[in-house]
């Protein structure tokens, strides 16, 4: 019988993640109670969690989401510098005018916008949101 992790069989998890999972197991057993995650684990983490998403990976190595999100946050506090700003005209669009703006981030999830005619949506809020999302 195949195991189960957070819904997912273990092989529909990533080899990397299985082999950390397996590390923090052994420290699991080992550790002094109260005993804080060392730092080694913690990064490691974090790095498989920029490749496979927070969820999976909390999920996966049994740690608290927001924790695991703010030693990702530390790993690498210029992620934010990846993404290009795009500056949208400030003057008024014609009732014709169209516009397509896709996005797509590194796990391969994207966004497309077909904005048609003068309402524009607060495109910052839904790119920022779409950026932020796990």
Known sequence: ???????????EVPARLLRLEER????????????????????SAAKLAADHGLNQ?????????????????RQSPDSGSKVAFVELPSAPVSPASECLIELENGQGASLRMHLKGTEVPDVLALSHGFWIAD
């Open 24 to 43: 923090f197991a052994a420290w699991r057993t080992t550790r002094a109670v109260g005993e804080r995650i060392p730092t080694s684990l913690w990064m």
């Open 1 to 11: 019988m195949v195991g189960r992790l957070g819904g997912r069989s273990r092989r």
């Open 57 to 73: 990976t909390a999920k996966v190595l049994k740690l608290d989401y927001y924790s695991l999100k703010k030693h990702v946050e």
